[in-house]
């Protein structure tokens, strides 16, 4: 390598204070000169996305020092680091989180607005990179957030969207999709390293060869060759100098790549390649829970798993360490099996570029992985056409052929004779149409494997993944999911932060544990008149945002009831719209009915393709179109939906909610982190006994937690049985009203039509079992609306709930992962001397 002056020498570069300074004057003039110098306008003809642009660098100005200085300390160490690899990351914005995490917020707020600006106005205008669909996606980013600020040294890999996940408009009740163009305005946080690129593989054919020490080697041909560039995002931690690093890469066609077709004059058609390869990375695939088995989305997970792994290997290079510590240099977390392909692709790195022999190179690879699931449902476990599947990645096919045989060499050896279990446990799924099993190459492959919430980990245990459980017990462990209670709370809800802070201080931020001293205050009547008035005030502000977007009054004193989350028949949406209907029946057979008044809010996005999914929004837009105006009612109950549900939405929502729905089939939902969200910022919960409800009820107590439903064994039990939704249908004379209220076309202006696909897979297969929960449920929410009119009691029970959430708290999960699974210890970042600061 050339020497690098730069590099060697290490001159204390003299920053303008403009550039670092943290005085309210410093400030100003660093928002006025990134104004200037980086937007080229002056404050008479600024937009608000030029202001919103200069505050954005004036704190990027600010964490970059932590930044290039968390990274010389890895460099320097070659610090153990844990890689989290995940095809989504659903940051939210990022500029409120950072002035938290960095401890400027009040000093940039006021500046902000001395010079004359609205801040929160700014704020909002941020474009968030919605680079994920849901709970999977944010769990990533909380994930960051607290390996960030417990000092962990990481690395989030992913792909950055060019798309994200699709804007949702509401027309006439039914969604429409709009492409997210989230960096149409630039991206200030993040930084392309072209310097960094590598070049991934796709199709062709292989070929075997011996070379020159007469080893048996393979090669393989590819059919195209793409680039990835990566940009990198400073993730930093809370209160502490950390800043790592989230690389996403983008697809780019290599400048090379057929030169042919430029040499030969056919410009065109070069271009044409080019924009194939662009194709990568253009957009986020759109479903939750479910597996579409497109080959565009097979290749964009090899595309990043290699461009990562690829960058791993430079990385170690840099730090000379050599490829045979691969495993004790890098940790790297499975974020479901979307990135599982990264078993195959580092045996071909290490066998095949690399020239190590397959038992070494195996050793290697099965110390460096480790594998979260998320999910029990059949139709989201990931397989691929083995067609499709060789056709993009013959060299992988040929590798996991080797893997599985010589897996199930092992299995046999341990159940002889068990050919059964042979079929079950084989990467391939040789029952009818091949498919390559991807859950069985990522259990194979890594040496951990964890579900989300304990429900979940038993159930994996039990059922979907047994048989692996049975090979390997050694391996499972639970690891229950955690949200950030910098963004969900001190970001979100500065209003209940401060009543907190004011009583136990603010180190429970770092500590979420430290929360149980608010346990004393549930008792103390003014404590509980003033987080009455917060979450009244908090409710007051939402009630605004719908009137001015929807139109539509709602009553700040009325019980907020709140379902938001991602649209799925588990999740139970339309358990929910039954008990609205059923409500309404009851006022309209009896106008005078004593009735405690509520808000129902409903947010989420449904899969553009997912039918039944899409149904059900319209339902509740068409069951709040006659409720929200029928003059019975006299506003005693209302219907919202909230268009376009986001991070950035969400932290809206949270804050505001009386009542949290986590009404899943037991058994379906493998943690939930909504539930967590709510309740933390003092929401009570009614829900089932499925995913993390089980655990947040055991926190809170029983008594603090509305229950309803069957569990999950009876789920199995019933279904057994030959379970037959008709059965309560005709048993139930106000279930059967409330179904009958929407054939016959009464929330859908006489079109009986309508809803019959929803009402058909309710009463003739109802797989999700809300028939069978009907009954329960609306008990239960009559107990909510009993408990919601003992004022005193009510806030007795939601602070004990934001008391007791501690657990809850990603920073446990985190170092839960990082004792059991990752092995890996805290590197403290001291600041160098290199910027400095006061010229
Ligand atoms: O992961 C969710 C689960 O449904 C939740 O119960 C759980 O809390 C979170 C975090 O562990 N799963 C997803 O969000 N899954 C997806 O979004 C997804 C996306 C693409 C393909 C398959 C699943």
Known sequence: TVPNPVLECKPIIQVEDDRTGLSIEALKRGFLDNLFYVQGKFSGIATKNDCYMALAYTVRDRLFKRWVDTAETYTKNGSRTVCYLSAEFLMGPHLGNNLINLGIYDQVKQAIEELGLDFYELLEQEEEPGLGNGGLGRLAACYLDSMASLEIPSLGYGIRYEFGIFEQKIQDGWQVEITDKWLRFGNPWDVARPEWSVEVKLGGHTESYVDENDRYRVRWIPFQVVKGIPYDTPILGYKVNTANTLRLWAAEAPESFDFEAFNSGDYVKAVQAKMTSENLSKVLYPNDNVSQGKKLRLAQQIFFVSCSLQDMIRIMKGQKIPLEKFHEKFVIQLNDTHPSIAVAELMRLLVDEYGMEWEQAWEITTKAFAYTNHTLLPEALEKWPLGLFGELLPRHLQIIYEINGRFLDDVRIKFPDDFDRLKRMSLIDESGERYIRMANLACVGSFAINGV?????????????????????????????????????????????????????????????????????????????????????????????????????????????????????????????????????????????????????????????????????????????????????????????????????????????????????????????????????????????????????????????????????????????????????????????????????????????????????????????????????IECQEQVSQAYRDVENWTRMAILNVARMGKFSSDRSISDYCEDIWQIQPVKIELSEYLQTDV
């Open 453 to 777: 919430a304990q429900l979940h980990t038993e159930l994996l245990q039990k059922d979907v993944l047994h048989d692996f459980y049975e090979m390997y017990p050694e391996k499972f462990n639970n690891k229950t999911n955690g949200i950030t209670p910098r963004r969900f709370m001190v970001l979100s809800n500065p209003r209940l932060c401060e009543l907190i802070d004011s009583k136990i201080g603010n180190t429970w931020i770092k500590n979420l544990h430290e929360l149980r001293q608010l346990e004393a205050f549930a008792e103390d009547v003014e404590f509980r008149h003033k987080f009455r008035q917060i979450k009244q005030a908090i409710k007051q502000d939402l009630a605004e945002y719908i009137k001015a977007k929807n139109g539509i009054d709602v009553d700040a004193n009325s019980l907020f009831d709140i379902q938001a989350k991602r649209f799925h028949e588990y999740k139970r949406q339309h358990l929910n719209a039954l008990h609205i209907i059923t409500l309404y029946n009851r006022i309209k057979a009896n106008p005078n009915i004593d009735i405690t008044p509520r808000t129902f809010l409903f947010g989420g996005k449904a899969a553009p393709g997912y039918y039944i999914a899409k149904l059900t929004i319209k339902l509740i837009n068409s069951i709040g179109e006659v409720v929200n105006r029928d003059p019975d009612v006299r506003g005693r109950l209302k219907v919202v939906f909230l268009e376009d549900y986001s991070v950035k939405f969400a932290q809206r929502v949270y804050p505001a909610a009386d009542l949290s729905e986590q009404i899943s089939t037991a058994g379906k939902e493998a943690s939930g982190t909504g539930n967590m969200k709510f309740a933390l910022n003092g929401a009570l919960t009614i829900g089932t006994l499925d995913g993390a409800n089980v655990e947040i009820r055991e926190e809170v107590g029983e008594e603090n937690f509305f229950l309803f439903g069957l569990t999950a064994e009876e789920v199995y039990a019933k279904k057994a049985q030959g379970y037959d939704p008709m059965y309560y249908y005709n048993r139930d004379p106000e279930l059967k009203l409330a179904i009958d209220r929407i054939s016959s076309g009464f929330f859908s202006h006489g079109d009986a039509n309508l809803f019959k696909p929803l009402l058909d897979t309710l009463l003739h297969r109802d797989e999700y079992m809300l028939l069978a929960d009907y009954r329960s449920y």
